[in-house]
Structure formats: C-alpha cells, structure tokens
C-alpha cells in the first residue's frame, strides 16, 4: 500500500486526545491494564479476581508475576514488527525485551484499528509509524503508575523513586519491589492525563541493534504459519480454477478422482473445482485424475498486447486533475525544447514463499479459520456475509505469514476456502499450489505512463507534464478514498514528487483490464510503479542538458534538504563520479514516500553479449528515528533484492485469456549468484518514524535502468529489462 492511502484517513474522524487516551483496568487473574485505542473501550472492573479480560485496541498486560504482555495490533511478515514494537513499550516501561511476550489480537477493525489507515491492516509501512508515540505513552503511563503504587506503599515522595528493569527502585534507601508485587495498587490509581516521553538522548533500547524476537522460532521451526495449522480429523484439498480469467467449470471426472486412495470428495463451485482427500498428495493426484473441463469465458483470445492496446488508447483521453500549479502546456509550448517519454509497467504477481492456503471448520455453531492475513477484520466481515454468521460466530486464528507483500490484503482466498469447508464435514485446508498461485493472483497493475517536459536553453527543465493511466485499487477497495475522480495512489510519486517545478500537470485515466482480471497492492503499488517514471524522466532530462545525473536532481531539489543529503551520501559511498571500466555503469535515483527519504546508487556490468549483472547497490536511509536499525537495514535488502527481482524478469502475460507464467522457473525471482553486493547506510535523525517495507522496492527499479543506460546508452522504459538489453 501507498503513502496517499494513509492520509485519506478512510473517514475516521478522531481527535489526537481520543487517539493518545490512555486507560486502566484489571488484567486477567489480576493485575495492570494499560490500553489504547480508537476508541477506548468502556471498562467494567467487578473484583480484583476478575477473570474478564479488556481488549482495547492494543495493550499491556502485566500479571502478578510480572509477566508482561503485549497484544499485537499488527501481524508479523517478515518486516520484523514483533521486535520493532515491543522495543517502544520496553523503553518506556523500563522492561528488558525479553520479558515482553507478544498475543495475536483478534479481528476487530473498531478496537484494533489502524490509526493512520481506518482499518485493521498491516500494510502501508505504517506499523511502527502509526504507534510510535502511542505505544511509548501507553508504556511510560504504566511505569508512572507503577512507580506512585510503590511510593505510596514506602509513603515516600514519588520523585524519589524510579523504573528499573522491571522493578521500582527508591533511590536513597535502595528499596525495590518488582512490578508484579504492584499490579493490584497500580490499577486503583487514577490515570494520569499526560506523562512525560523520553528524550532521545535517554533511549536505551530504540535505535540500537536488537536480534529478532521472532528468530529462534523460526529457525528451529517451532513457529506456527497458516500452512502449518493440524486438526484432528483435518482433510486437506487442493483447488484448481478456470485457467482462462471469467472462465467457468464444465465437467469433472468424479468417478477417476474418486478412485485415487485418500480421495474423499469433489467439491465443485462455478469457477473452480476441490479435491478433497486424507493428504495433499492424494488431493493433487485426484485432480490431475479429474481433468476438469472449462468453459473459456469471454477472454478466451486475450492476450497481453490486448491490455497494452487498451492502455494506450486510454492514455489519449484526458484525466482526471491531480496537480496544477502554473500552466504547463504553455511553458512546454514556449519551451526551447520538448522531451516526451512513454513508460510502461507489466502485471506483476507477488509470489510469496507461503503459498495461499487457509484452513476452515465450519459448523452449525460458527466458523473457525486459521490463515496468516494482514487483514483479519476485513476477512471476518467477507466471511460473515458468505456464510450469513454473526461476528461472535466467525473465528479468525491469525498466524505468521510467509510472505505478504500485498497479497494476504486480499481475503479471496479465504472466501473460496470457505466456500469449499461449507461442502465438507470436519475441517479442511484449503491450498493453492504454486501454479494455482501465480496463475490466479490479484496481480501489480499493468500501468501506461506518457510524459513530458519542457526544457530552456540550458537543459533545465521549466515544466512537467504527466498523465498516469492504469487500474484503480483504491476504486476497489475503499471508494471513499477517491476524490474528484483521483486515485491518490496511483499519482503519489508524482503529484507529490519533491522537485521543484513552477509549472507542473498530473492527470489520472482510470483504465481497468477485462472482467476477471483484478489488481492488488504490490509491497506498495502507486510508489513502486510512479517513482521508476519520475526517476527515469528526470535520467532522461539530465541527458538531455548534458549535466552528471546527481547535479541535475540537486539543483530541483534547493528546498527539500533531507532528500538533497540522502542523495550526496549515496553518491560518496559509492564514489560517483569517478571513471568506470568498459561496459559498466551507475545509476541514481531518489525514492520520498511513507515519511521516508533513500537514495540508492546501482553499478551493473553489461556484456558484448548485453547480459545485465547487478554489481554493487549503496543504499542511504533518512528514516527518521530508527527504532531497530538492524531490521532497517535487513528491509532496505530484502527491498532490492524484490526490485531487482521484478525489474530484472518480473512480469505476468497472457496468452489466450491464460497467465503463461506457472512458477519460479518462469516467473524469476533472484537466485543467491546473482545478488550484488549491499550496502546500507542510516542517516541518524530524530524527526518522527517513516516507514520502511516498501521504499527500498521502489527506489531499485530506476537506479538499475539509469546504471544500464549509463553503461550501454539505451534507456529502459519498459519493464522487465530482461536478461540482456
């Protein structure tokens, strides 16, 4: 998901009193509560017994042992949350990260929203910026508390006492009580309106290195993922869907898929087909038995070309507004010269390493599903509405995810999963193989990008001209955020662009492809798609005035000093400037979305043949202040290597209404041998958290193309470059 989405709002209207109101209560057994949310839940308090648990939108629980709890309002997918997160209640809590042990939230999108989307969502690298300040005043709310249970206690003077490691320390008589010996006094105490933060320069815990909490789990395979959730009397099926996009089942051979061993059942939908069986090898043996047959639908003869056609005629129509300043037309009319460019972008699958899978029980009763999604809420909702269940009645076991990227914010899977468990007794996983799960993804959208500048005498650019056309997700998933006909998303990169140009037009053509075929975010799809564009035109500008790419940018870049210094780090890191052998290459490019300023320097090799080896990537970050920079770091790689991936081969066509691509033999992720090397540098800030998990992607994609044009003169503006150029 993209910055845009994040300022929409999504219509919640909530004061920041609201959204930093702290509460307390009685934990479970015992003990403090300390909640936050929009909005905070009315709490009943009966004994300090009390066994009835509060689930605000996200909380410390903290026992009479001690223990303390954190009910995570976001799911983790790699990006490192379950340590990033903890680490802001540790600090001001004043608790070693080890004693803060993390509980799934359940579905809720009113107590367990996202503040800065409107959702129940993880998405939009937004986790640690939407709770960075909330999570630090629920932790310092629960310390100031502590620390006045414990000074009334020694009838001593509160200033005189301080948090440590988990305990309340009296500073003259060296007295300490552990926090679980307080719990019960602390939740009689009224809350505190205001509590004082830490200063930066106090932090102990954020912005130094911390290992991953979720690490050991995953390495010795302890950790549960939605694929390797076991019932008993589990059966396992395995879907196949029309090949063709708005295809339909005609027929199955029931009596063959029947005969394999382990078969059970032939569950048939309109578009699609289940075997059920006691394994997945069964089930897959029975499909290939049951050789289902499809009626090809209305997009039998579609291909590629088809969309590209379809695009291209829509990209003559005018658009809706989204930027206007000046009048660009007349400065490019006046201009000494005019440079146009036409960009495009392909469909692109996620292929994340946990295939889609999802397991159902349905019952009289209600509906359990254990799946890993980054939208529980939303999927409770689609779930309640399939099966016509209340809220009480839908369960949803949120698990680790293998792999998100956009993907698993999406609960078609699980609807089709449901759909299959209504037909079958007991309960039943549901999973895609990797074929099922490229050829039927809801994919990147194929985007068309015609542009054009005017430019002085010089070779300075005076004017910008730009019309995006392409698929609306937003349209698809929030209406609401739609105004005056603009996709927020899809012009990000540019109508928000930090250079500066007086006179400057974006405009927004809605073109969707054919039935069926439906589009999704990609680890953040307006950013990931717009800023190759404006990074490769502004390439394109600069060599047109015959100036070195770096200067070009800084000159339009006089009043935005975090994106000018990201971009001269990154040039010395990488010694630009300095003399290349023979065939190879550098290239630059500046990525500001999310809160967040990186710059990256790609240098590639290229061949007499035109192979393209990615030799060496520097990457600067300006994050803000750096929570866990390690984790940073670890995104900021992950980020180009998912860009390299896509830029190198990524792409998803169509061939007689069918993906051709089936798995990664075709569909190319990067392979250990070709991965360059990384370098990653954090620029130390205390501005407010920007976010992380989709940046680095976005930057990678131009620096590689402007890197081979560099080496080899050609521009790329079409997508993928292919394994040679």
């Known amino acids: ?155 001593v003077d509160g200033a005189s006492c301080y948090a440590e490691r988990g305990s309340i320390v009296h ?46 789990a995953k390495i010795d395979g302890s950790a549960k993922y939605g694929i390797d959730s076991r019932l008993p009397g589990m059966k396992f099926a395995v879907v196949a869907i029309s090949p063709t996009f708005g295809g339909k089942l005609i027929s199955v051979d029931e009596a063959k898929a029947k005969a394999v061993p382990g078969v059970s059942q032939v569950v048939r939908l309109d578009d699609a087909v289940a075997i059920v069986a006691v394994h997945t090898w069964a089930a897959k043996q029975g499909l290939e038995a049951a050789a289902p047959q499809w009626d090809a639908g209305p997009n039998a003869k579609l291909s590629t070309a088809d969309i590209a056609a379809q695009l291209a005629a829509a990209s003559l129509r005018s658009g809706a507004v989204a930027r206007h300043d000046g009048d660009a037309a007349a400065a490019i009319a006046k201009a000494a010269r005019k440079v146009d460019a036409v960009y495009e972008q392909p469909f692109l699958a996620h292929a994340a390493m946990e295939p889609m899978n999802c397991t159902v029980h349905v019952t009289k009763e209600g509906c359990d599903i254990w799946v890993g999604t980054q939208i529980p809420g939303i999927t409770q909702a689609a779930v309640m509405k399939v099966t016509g269940l209340k809220r009480e009645q839908v369960r949803i076991h949120n698990h680790l995810l293998g792999g998100g990227f956009g993907r698993r914010l999406e609960y078609d899977g699980t609807v089709r999963a449901v759909r299959i468990a209504q037909q079958v007794p007991g309960p039943v996983q549901v999973i895609w193989t990797r074929e099922e799960d490229i050829q039927h993804d809801m994919y990147r959208p194929y985007y068309y990008d015609r542009i054009s500048a005017g430019v002085d005498a010089q070779g300075k650019a005076v004017a910008w001209s730009h019309r995006i056309t392409g698929s609306s997700i937003i349209a698809r ?40 075929i439906q589009t999704s975010w990609w680890r953040g799809v307006g950013i990931t798609r717009g800023t190759f564009v404006v990074e490769s035109f502004i390439d394109e500008l600069a060599a047109a005035a015959k100036s070195d790419p770096l200067a070009y940018r800084l000159a339009l870049l006089d009043k935005n000093p975090r994106a000018a210094a990201v971009l001269q780090m990154a040039a010395k890191m990488s010694r630009w400037g300095g003399k290349l052998p023979q065939g190879q290459g550098r290239g630059i490019a500046l990525c500001t979305g999310f809160g967040s300023f990186i710059a990256q320097v790609v240098q590639v090799t290229v061949d007499k043949d035109g192979a393209v080896k990615p030799m060496h990537v520097w990457c600067v970050v300006d994050c803000g202040v750096a929570v866990n920079p390690d984790t940073i770091s670890a995104q900021m790689e992950s980020g180009i290597v ?49 976010g992380i998990g989709e940046p680095g992607t976005s930057c990678l994609m131009p620096a590689l193309t402007n890197a081979i044009c560099a080496a080899t003169g050609k521009r790329i503006r079409k997508l993928p470059v292919g394994a040679s150029v």
């Open 1 to 155: 998901m993209d910055a845009a989405l994040i300022t929409a709002n999504a219509g919640v209207s909530v004061s920041r009193r609201d959204f930093l109101k702290i509460t307390a209560s009685l934990a479970v057994g015992g003990g403090l509560v300390i909640g936050f949310g929009l909005p905070v839940r009315a709490l009943v308090r009966d004994t300090l017994t009390t066994d009835a648990p509060f689930a605000p939108n996200a909380f410390i629980r903290i026992d009479r042992a001690g223990k303390v709890t954190f009910v995570m309002p976001v799911i983790e997918m790699g990006q490192g949350t379950y340590t990033s997160l903890p680490m802001l209640i540790a600090e001001e809590l004043e608790v070693d990260l080890d004693q803060v042990a993390i509980e799934h939230s359940p579905p809720d999108d009113k107590i367990y929203v996202n503040p800065l989307i409107g959702y129940q969502l993880t998405g939009g690298s937004t986790a640690v910026r939407g709770t960075y300040e909330p999570l630090r005043r629920a932790g310092a709310t629960a310390r100031v508390m502590l620390v006045t249970a414990a000074a009334r206690r020694w009838n």
């Open 477 to 516: 998933y929030s209406p609401a955020w739609i105004k005056n006909g603009i996709d927020p998303d899809a012009v990000e990169s540019s109508a928000n662009q930090p250079y500066g140009f007086k006179d400057i037009h974006v405009d927004w053509v809605a073109q969707e492809p054919p039935a069926g």
């Open 171 to 216: 500073k003259s008589s060296g007295r300490r009580l552990g926090y679980g010996s307080l719990v019960d006094d602390a939740a009689k105490l009224p809350v505190p309106e205001k509590v004082t933060l830490k200063a930066p320069a106090d932090f102990k815990l954020i912005g130094t290195p911390h290992k991953r909490l979720d690490s050991a």
């Open 642 to 690: 998912f860009g390299l991936s896509a830029a190198l081969y990524g792409e998803i066509t169509l061939k007689g209404g069918r993906v051709e691509q089936t798995n990664f033999g075709d569909y190319r992720v990067l392979r250990i041998n070709e991965v360059p090397r990384i370098e990653v540098r954090l620029v130390k800030s205390t501005q407010a958290p920007g």
